[in-house]
C-alpha cells in the first residue's frame, strides 16, 4: 500500500472511530476444502449443534440467575442480546424472491467450529429460515491459499449473496466484488479505503468487547493475575481484544498482573491450554479466550481446571460447554460477544429488500453489536454484575474510553495508527 493509501485509511477510520480488520485466519489445516449443500435435514443438524446462543430463553435463564443471588439492585446478566427471531419480526414478513440464493466462504475452519466462522453461518441460517429462502451453501476454508478459489467456486451457483469470513480474504472479496457487480458481498471484519458499490465490510470494536471482559476479569479476581490466550498478532481484532482486556482490567484494578500471549494458529486447542495452564501456574485465576478455537482450548482447560474463564465471538456456554453438559460450564463466568450472527443477518435483509449499499457496517457497544452473554451455571457475585454492566453502559454513552486504537488495537500514544 502506498504512502497516501496508507494516510486514507488511517482518515476513514478514525472518522468511523471503530475500524476494524479481521478474526480467525490461519494456514495450519490440513483437510480438503469441502463444498455443501445446506439442507434441510443440515440445517436442523447444524441447529442443534449450534444451540443458538441469543433467544428468550437464555434471557429468562439469566434473570432467573440474578434473582438467585437474592440482590433486587443487582445488573442484569446481559444486555443487548437482541434474538435473530426478534430481528426477524422487525422485518414485517419480508420474504426473499423465488430463486434467490446466499452462499458462504468461511475463515479457516468449520460452520460448527464454536467460535467466529459458527456465529456466521448462524446468521445466515437465521436469515434463510425468516424470510423464505431455498437455495444456500457453504464452503469450509482450509488454507489462505484457497481464498479465491472458494469464492470462484461460490460463484459458479449464481448467487445473490456472498458472505466471506475474516481479514485476511477480503482481497480477494473485493476482487470478487468487482468483477461481479450483481452479486452482493458481506465481509466480516474486511476493511477496505473504499468499498465497491456492492460490498459491505461489516466492522467491530473488539476493543470494546476485550475491555468488558478484562473488567469482570479483574473484578472475579482474587489474585490479581489474570490471562488471556490470543490467536494471530497479525490481526488487528486480536490485538484489539488482548490490549482492550488488559486496559479493562487495569481501569478495575490498577496493580493488576495481565498475562497475555499470541498464536500462529487459530485452530489449535491444545496449545491454547497449554497457555492456560501456563498461566495458571503462574498464578492466573481468571482466563480469557480471545484466538478462535485456540483460545477455545485455554478457556475450556481453565474452566476444567476451577477457574474461571471468559468466552469469545459468541456464547461458548453453547459451544464450547455444550449448553452446560460440558465438564466445567459452571465456571464459564460470561463470553464477549461480536454479534457477527446479526451483522449477517440484517445485511442479508437489506439484500432482499433492495436497500443493499456499498460501504461499512460497523458494530459497537453503542448499537448492541459489543456485549456479554449470560453468567448460566456461573455464581457470578451481584455486585461482579453490577460492574460488568456498568462498565458496558460507560462503553455505550462513551464516558469510557478504552485507550486502544479502533484501527490496529494498540494503545492509544504508544505508536497507534490514532496517533
Given amino acids: 500500500m502506498t504512502s497516501l493509501k496508507r494516510l486514507l485509511a488511517v482518515l476513514f477510520a478514525l472518522a468511523l472511530l471503530a475500524a476494524a480488520c479481521g478474526d480467525d485466519d490461519d494456514d495450519a489445516a490440513d483437510e480438503d476444502t469441502t463444498e455443501t ?3 434441510e435435514a443440515e440445517e436442523d443438524a447444524a441447529d442443534d449443534d449450534a444451540e443458538e446462543p441469543a433467544d428468550d430463553e437464555m434471557e429468562d435463564e439469566a434473570d432467573d440467575e440474578m434473582e438467585d443471588e437474592g440482590d433486587e439492585d443487582a445488573a442484569p446478566a ?3 442480546q437482541l434474538s435473530l427471531e426478534e430481528e426477524c419480526e422487525s422485518w414485517g414478513g419480508l420474504q426473499a424472491p423465488e430463486g434467490f440464493t446466499v452462499n458462504l466462504v468461511t475463515d479457516i475452519g468449520k460452520v460448527d467450529d464454536g467460535t467466529f466462522n459458527q456465529f456466521a453461518f448462524e446468521g445466515m441460517q437465521g436469515a434463510i429460515d425468516c424470510f423464505g429462502i431455498e ?4 464452503i469450509e476454508t482450509v488454507s489462505e491459499a484457497d481464498y479465491a478459489a472458494n469464492i470462484s467456486t461460490s460463484l459458479e451457483a449464481d448467487p445473490d449473496v456472498i458472505v466471506t469470513v475474516g481479514f485476511l480474504i477480503a482481497t480477494d472479496t473485493e476482487e470478487a466484488a468487482n468483477n461481479n457487480p450483481d452479486v452482493n458481498f458481506i465481509g466480516i471484519d474486511q476493511f477496505l479505503v473504499e468499498y465497491p458499490a456492492n ?7 473488539e476493543q470494546e468487547g476485550g475491555f ?4 469482570m476479569a479483574a473484578s472475579l479476581s482474587e489474585s490479581g493475575v489474570v490471562g488471556v490466550v490470543g490467536g ?3 490481526v488487528p481484532p486480536v490485538v484489539k481484544f488482548v490490549n482492550g482486556y488488559e486496559a479493562g482490567a487495569t481501569y478495575v484494578n490498577p496493580d493488576i498482573n495481565v498475562l497475555s500471549i499470541y498464536n500462529e494458529s487459530f485452530t489449535d486447542p491444545a496449545k491454547g491450554a497449554s497457555d492456560a495452564a501456563q498461566f495458571m501456574g503462574e498464578g492466573a485465576d481468571v482466563i480469557f479466550g480471545a484466538g478462535g478455537p485456540t483460545g477455545s482450548g485455554g478457556v475450556k482447560a481453565a474452566a476444567e481446571a476451577g477457574v474461571w474463564a471468559i468466552g469469545v465471538d459468541q456464547d461458548e456456554y453453547f459451544t464450547t460447554f455444550s449448553g452446560g453438559s460440558a465438564p466445567g460450564s459452571e465456571y464459564l463466568a460470561s463470553s464477549a ?3 457477527v450472527d446479526l451483522a449477517v443477518f440484517r445485511n442479508i435483509a437489506a439484500a432482499i429488500e433492495g436497500s443493499f449499499e456499498g460501504g461499512s457496517f460497523v458494530l459497537t457497544a453503542e448499537n448492541d453489536g459489543i456485549t456479554y452473554a449470560p453468567f448460566h451455571d456461573a455464581d457470578i457475585p451481584a455486585d461482579v454484575a453490577a460492574a460488568v454492566e456498568e462498565v ?3 462503553l455505550a454513552d462513551g464516558s469510557i474510553d478504552t485507550g486502544v486504537c479502533g484501527i490496529d488495537g494498540l494503545f492509544v500514544g504508544e505508536g497507534s495508527a490514532c496517533d
Avoid: H, Y
Fill in 212 to 215: 468488558i471482559a478484562g473488567a
Fill in 135 to 138: 437455495n444456500s451453501s457453504f
Fill in 232 to 234: 494471530r498478532e497479525d
Fill in 199 to 205: 460490498m459491505i465490510g461489516v466492522l467491530f470494536n
Fill in 337 to 339: 460477544i461480536k454479534r
Fill in 78 to 80: 446481559t444486555s443487548g
Fill in 392 to 394: 458496558r453502559l460507560g
Fill in 37 to 39: 449443500e445446506t439442507t
